[in-house]
């Protein structure tokens, strides 16, 4: 090892270090309190609060979204004029499941179109961001992801806000911040990537990322195990319990029943 | 109160399921029918994915066509001989059926087709139903019970075919063929559209086996518990759709809803039942009419399902 790569590793040494520990009056953090959410028997959704502290100035923007993946709708359209009915398969790549978008103020007043597509952030980004068929034109890709936006939101998997993310004056130029949010019950178990990013002069300055881990537990977990990989089993028990309880139930209408 | 359902992932008020158990357990009870034409769909409306609303329906409906059976069998109004041979039927044209869908998807726009054929059965068979109960409940008064059934052209034909046996319990006599025959009609039908078919084998079998009413209702019940539990079995083996949760919801007020429709049913004549039936019928016409014409909220709906 000669003396320029020594330098080179103390040098990587020392600015890793300067990274992790982050400079003293600024830097971005995010934590996502109640970051593991517990799918009980009795779960009907929950809240999740994104806090952590920015540099004083700089707006925020907040994304909560599953990995990305693909999905598969059916289209409705007119038949013959006037009956509406499944007309197509539409096919869409690169969309997550969940996706909600939280910022200080108006996305397109403080960022960036290029920033925005970069980073994904907004629903026109998505809407570029994503791979559609069968569609003919920009047009029609316009119109079915609207239609889309309006599906995801219909069933709270999709939201947006803003101006609802809290900011306080801290010590010494930091800006504490804090957002409660929803979480539907209709997102499913999975981890879910929660990124804060400070914006400042249309551009994305600093980002921080925390996590969200949903998982199904107790007989929740037990069922839907089952569900999954004894079909055989589960069948059996449900129609089982099914015969049973027709028939309990008819017995006990016979004894209450009287003379008949 | 909120409970998760761990296979439709998602949750439920319970009151819901309850309800709409109780409602359609009624229906079943009174009529014959398994309801999965009401409780599908409302289901669907109230979030569940519309694979898991259909597969959990026909574990529901074992439930509740099993507390049925029993309050009519009690009283002696299942053909169990006739129930048997629409079963064999109703079994095969399940099969054919679908083959039938394969052959039917691949011509491209078999939805319209199917549809539209569903549509034109379901008001046939509820306008006839209609008018001929009508007619009957006011010829009843008149004559008094005296009625020369007349023998049309279609009844001495069927008098004719081979393998002719006596149902005791329905007082009828016919060929084997005949039940096996419309059971399996029925069965590719009910293949096709994702529907069980109560609707059109009540029909059948008051208008063509010539059953009394209510033998018709207990013999259908019957004959839907087996096929619905047939469905149950498939769908949690292959497609891991059933919820155990929501079905156990539905079933508490279903298995009770039957009971009290069986009692209900009872007290109502043969052509009231009928009436009540057919403007059923009609009102479900009706309601899948305007389902096809009406502007939908959302363009995209959930792949899979009916």
Redesign the interface.
Known sequence: MNAITKLFVALAAVSYLVLIAGPASAGLTAKANHDHIK???????STVSVSGVSDAGTDLIIKIASPEGHE??????K??G??????A??KLENVPNLYSIHSTKKIEEILDPQEMDKYVIGYPALGRHAEMSPIKDEADKAR?FS??I??KE??KLYATSSGKIDLKKGEAGTQPYYILTEWP??A??GDYLVTVYAVKDGKVIEQAESKVLVE?VG???T??NM??KN??L??????I???G??????LI??KG?GA? | MYLYLPVALTSINIIIPIGLGLAVGLLSGLFGVGGGFLMTPLLIMFGIPSTVAAATDSNQIVAASTSGTYAHWRVGNVDFKMGLYLLIGGFAGGLLGVQAIKVLKATGNADFAIKMTYVLLLGTVGTYMFFESLSSMRKKKVEEEARPEKESGFAKLLARLPLQTHFAKSGVTHSLLLPVIFGGFVGVLGAIMGVGGGFLMVPIMVYILRMPMHVVVGTSLFQILFNCIEVTFLQAYTNHSVDFVLAVLLLLGSTVGAQVGAVFGRKLKGEQLKVILAGIVLAVTVKIIFDLTLSPSLLLAQAGGH
């Open positions: 799918i009980d028997f009795f779960y009907h959704g598969t709708l059916k289209e409705k359209g038949v013959g006037f009956l509406w009915m499944n007309v398969t539409l079915w239609e889309f309006k599906y219909n069933s019950y209709q499913p178990p199904q007989i929740v977990d069922l839907s569900a999954k079909g055989a589960y069948g059996f028990i449900s129609i319990s099914a015969l309880a027709g028939f309990g139930v008819g209408f016979r029943g008949h």
